[in-house]
């Protein structure tokens, strides 16, 4: 209810059509609202680790000041990133995302390194912790307003598909946990004399450290550059295919620049028939179609291929059937016959598409389809260029 208050208060078109620049108006919105919120809870408990004097609370309270530079940094992560592309910069600023991500993550590793040290420090060193119920019920009252940010970030971080705002709701969500092993800290440190506040402040520092390491990976890993998602190969796949002219596509290359920002590069088989206007044409038309339904900056490489020779047609039926018997993720194409003489094949030519981490090598390939080739006719050559697979 109350999230819904807040994005249709300030972005109404979220539930509408979620375009680039809603979508950075919601990131920025969720993360001030973070920031409010952490700032708050950050307050809160600082007054109550002063009085209590616990170092699993203090441990809590920083924790929710890091939370709150983390949104600082989201923010102007999505700030950035909204800024049109320049001279320096010209395939845009979307990255400003994910490198928002690495500093909110750096941040977090220091954070948690920090209060590991002094946790440890106060388990062989334990202070007196004094503290009323009103203490404990105030303090447990700050995992309310924890628990509704986790929904609130995991709904507006699925909305916008954003690993900032998850990664947010997540921390959120080890928050909530964090503060309700210090309560029972304080809680215990009542009825014993066992380091408790010093052992609880351990338990919430590695859960602030193991919360830095994944964001920490994540970001890193789109910074170095994830392959895209399936969902997003199969549509620029069916799209291309539904372009006149274009009889297969092979060799997808999709680089991220931001969310829903993709330069791609790909192959598209024509037929070598027509002329070299009319293949331009083919490509052009297709490249502008896959730009208004798919919003991605493509630039197509055309592949000829002969529509109308029966030679090439019944071998490469042959050659498809054969790679598909021994895996149906190898792709065939670029597929010639140069040694087609008065009927007769001495030598078959393509290009095999392999994905990445294929359990057989190329050899073993190789191997398989000359042994299947001997069958339909001996002697004849098999010249294979393999390629590794970008989606």
Known sequence: MLTAFILKLFVPEAYQKMTREVRIRCGIVSGITGIVCNLLLAAVKIILAVISGSISAAADAVNNLSDMASGIIAVAGFKFSSHP???????????????????????????????????????????????????????ASTIVVKCWLFFFYRKVGK????????????DSLSDCLGT???????IASRYTTFPVDGCAGVIIAGMI???????LRDTTSKLLGEPPSSETVARLRQT??????????????????????????????ISCEG????????????????????????????????????????????????VSEIDSELKLYDFRLPGCVD?????????????????????????????????????IELEITFLKSFV
């Open 240 to 269: 291309l295919l539904e372009c006149p002219g274009i009889d297969g596509v092979h060799d997808i290359m999709i680089h991220n620049y931001g969310e829903n920002t993709y330069y791609v590069t790909a192959h598209a088989e």
């Open 85 to 139: 592309p320049d001279a320096e910069h010209p395939f845009g600023h979307g990255r400003t995302e994910y490198v928002a991500g690495l500093v909110v993550a750096t941040l977090i590793l220091g954070l948690g390194i920090t209060f590991l040290k002094d946790s440890v420090v106060a388990i062989f060193k334990p202070s007196k912790i004094g503290f009323s119920n009103m203490v404990i019920i105030i303090f």
């Open 159 to 170: 909305m916008i598909n954003s690993d900032v705002i998850r990664a947010a709701a997540y």
């Open 275 to 322: 002329s070299r206007f009319s293949a331009h044409d083919i490509l052009e038309n297709a490249e502008v179609t896959v730009g208004k339904k798919l919003s991605v900056h493509l630039l197509l490489h055309g592949d000829p291929y002969s529509k109308d020779n029966p030679e090439v047609i019944y071998w490469r039926s042959r050659l498809e059937n054969a």
């Open 343 to 379: 009927g007769k094949v001495k030598k078959i030519s393509f290009h095999l598409l392999v994905p990445h981490r294929h359990l057989m090598s190329e050899s073993e390939i190789r191997e398989k389809l000359q042994q299947r080739v001997e069958n339909f006719q001996s002697g």
């Open 209 to 215: 450290l193991w919360a830095g390491i994944s964001v």
């Open 180 to 186: 309700t092993i210090a309560i029972g800290a304080m």
